[in-house]
């Protein structure tokens, strides 16, 4: 019978079936291992793993942060050092490890200045290492936000006290300063791998954008440039919110421009080998070129073409992309046609439209664009976005041309980009109005034709929306963007809101009441609501269909929004405004018992209804002559006047000069006969 091995084996098998899957490793002798989530060729370093009962310990603590349990701030910040403590000499492994990563993350957001910078030198000497890592590198990016707050905070106040820690702590840990700058030092040998590396590009964007002191991004938000749809949606899932130091811009020292023009100089030096610019050749522009068509070098390349124009006047990385001379140039030609048919590509060009120099932008626009303006705009995906781009960004000449290229094309090109009405329109107002009638000419025909005569089905496409669903579906983000457009025609011209208000009337009622319970097409309806634009007709029309249901829409999310319209849109319609106060009234527990109805019970003032009546009215009035300032209210009569119209007790005939001329009633009634 064969021996086995039974307190090894089993210690072994426990081990492995403990490890999560993302730490167990293929160590070998040069610490570097194989992500699957690497690009092809590229390595990690390893930095080993935690033991069981570490790992539990870790997993407890950030169970207990993310769950907030804490009594009071000083509380949780005696865990944050407990944990700190835990975590010398581990925060390599932790901030490597899918779970612990997480709580290196809590950590920082919620650790003081001293505990942040003793975070940011455990990292020293592995910065890059961490950078393209899947999990470190969020990390990363976490500890480099709230290290350029606390650069700003040292570089404005040189001499804060940081919560009674002694001056001579602060001091032994040195500046944030130095510390940031030391770890670019770290990261310049590698800045070309970085630049089309799938994490480490990330990190070498926030570098730059710390820098450069721009705008640093939030994490979460969903016009965050700085991080992928995918991350932002895993963030939001394992609920780390951003603290106060981001979504913003931070002042910084002279020494970072200085350390960015230096970071620069060393990319432009990598990608030409050092060459001086009269001797770049066209192999050098095509290896850059696909760099700048790359889906995940591009918005690097875009940044860093954004921020040289702060110490570059030549614009070195602009030149490498494109020529300055006037003429066409072949190779550029089909670069041009690539960036314009290809959706990375088209990502690119727009950037450069939008930072480039006005002149650069002409020429670009001149020679591969201002022909086929109306093809370029019928892409949808690609060129309908450079059509608006620079519609936003060329001189007043050039746009008008383009206008008149795409504006007998517009109910087309709005079938398949809605965005694309709107930047006509916008531009259309900046260039006083021009060619507004054949502007709403053209979207009248597509959203109000004689066979479609109704807006909110042409426009909103309600039969086909979540309108009115037993299902519960959230409002979608097409069907958002829907109503925003239809929004902005009718602030764009009367015209639309006319026939916008008659497509609700239209409607069934109990169609038109489900689109003031709709969490986007409530919008719609609150839009319209305003009584110096609308006519008594259409507002009483509206009225009597909004009054049915007044205590119900109070009560509700969205529908209360529009009950708070509904007070100024009922100005000089008294009866309408005490018929809706009637019925609030009459269930008035119910509005009161509600949040919404308790806010809307506040902006109709009935509490004053109630006690000072005659108060309520006044108030309604004001408003009538505040709306309406040229109704002018009844003026009192003089006492003359008023004596002149009192009916006279005499009875009898009146002379052409209104001398009374004596007789009987019954004489006068003869005379009458």
């Known amino acids: 019978m064969a021996k086995v091995r039974g307190r090894r084996l089993q210690k072994k098998k426990e081990e492995e079936e403990f490890k999560p899957e993302e730490q167990v490793s293929t160590y070998n002798d040069s610490n570097y291992e194989q992500d699957d989530d690497q690009p092809d060729g590229q390595k990690q370093v390893f930095f080993g793993v935690l033991d069981r009962e570490e790992l539990e310990y870790f997993k407890q603590a950030e169970s207990t942060l993310s769950m907030d349990a804490f009594e009071t701030p000083e509380e949780q910040h005696q865990f944050i050092i407990s944990v700190i403590e835990e975590a010398k000499g581990k925060e390599l492994k932790l901030v490597t490890s899918q779970i612990c990563s997480k709580l290196m993350e809590r950590i920082i957001l919620a650790a003081n200045d001293i505990q942040l910078k003793t975070i940011f030198k455990a990292f020293n000497g592995f910065f890059y290492g961490l950078s393209c890592h899947k999990y470190a590198s969020h990390v990363l990016e976490t500890l480099l936000v709230r290290s350029a707050a606390l650069v700003e905070k040292e570089f404005l106040t040189p001499s804060f006290d940081e919560e009674g820690q002694s001056a001579e702590d602060y001091e032994d840990l040195g500046t944030m300063e130095n510390l940031f700058l030391f770890m670019l030092n770290e990261f310049k040998p590698h800045l070309k791998e970085m630049i089309n590396h799938q994490y480490s590009s990330h990190v070498l964007r926030l570098l730059i954008l710390i820098l450069s002191s721009k705008n640093l991004p939030s994490s979460t938000k969903s016009n965050s440039t700085l991080r992928s749809k995918k991350s932002k949606i895993a963030r939001k899932m394992i609920d780390i919110k951003d603290n106060q130091d981001f979504d913003k811009a931070y002042q910084t020292p002279e020494s970072f421009k200085l350390a960015l023009r230096e970071m620069l100089s060393e990319l432009y030096g990598s990608f030409t080998n050092g060459a001086k610019k009269s001797e770049i050749t066209q192999t050098m522009v095509t290896k850059f070129r696909e760099f700048c068509v790359d889906k995940v070098a591009s918005p690097v390349i875009q940044l860093i073409i954004q921020v040289e124009g702060i110490f570059d006047r030549d614009r070195s990385f ?51 664009m201002k022909d086929r303006i109306v093809k370029l705009a019928k892409r949808d995906t690609t060129g309908s976005f450079i059509v608006q781009t620079l519609l936003k960004t060329l001189k007043d000449r050039d746009v008008k041309h383009i206008l008149d290229d795409v504006v007998p094309e517009l109910s087309i090109l709005l079938n398949s980009n809605m965005d694309f009405g709107t930047t006509i329109i916008n531009s259309s107002i900046k260039q006083e109005n021009y060619l507004r009638d054949d502007i709403i000419s053209q979207l009248v025909q597509k959203y109000y034709s004689s066979s479609d005569k109704n807006i909110l089905e042409s426009c909103l496409l309600l039969s086909s929306s979540t309108l009115g669903n037993t299902r519960g579906d959230w409002p979608t983000a097409e069907e958002r963007r829907r109503s925003l457009f239809l929004e902005e025609l009718i602030d764009y011209d009367d015209k639309f809101l006319k026939i916008t208000i008659e497509s609700m009337l239209g409607l069934p009622e109990e169609r038109f009441l489900q689109m003031c319970y709709h969490g986007v097409f409530s919008h719609v309806v609150e839009h319209v609501l305003d009584p110096k634009r609308v006519d008594t007709i259409m507002r009483k029309r509206l009225l009597n269909i909004l009054c049915r249901d007044s205590v119900n829409l109070s009560c509700n999310a969205y529908g209360s929004h529009i009950m708070d319209k509904l007070w100024t849109f009922t100005a000089k319609l008294t009866l309408y405004k005490e018929r ?57 009569k003089t006492k003359e006047e008023l004596e002149s119209r009192k009916p006279s007790h005499k009875r009898g005939r009146y002379d052409r000069e209104g001398n009374y001329i004596k007789g009987d009633n019954n004489s006068f009634k003869k005379s009458r006969r």
């Open 318 to 368: 602009w030149r490498l992309v494109f020529s300055t001379s006037e003429e066409k140039d072949p190779k550029e030609e089909s670069f041009m046609e690539y960036l314009l048919s290809d959706p990375v590509g088209s990502h690119f060009l727009q950037s450069m439209i939008e930072s480039g120099r006005l002149k650069y932008v002409e020429r670009l626009y001149k020679l591969y």
């Open 580 to 636: 809706i106060a009637g019925e609030l009234s009459k269930e008035s527990e119910k509005v009161k018992n509600s949040i919404y109805g308790k806010q809307v019970w506040k902006n109709w003032n009935l509490e004053l209804y109630f006690r000072k009546k005659w108060d309520w009215k006044k108030l309604i009035k004001e408003q009538d002559l505040e709306i309406f300032p040229d109704s002018k209210p009844l003026q009192p």
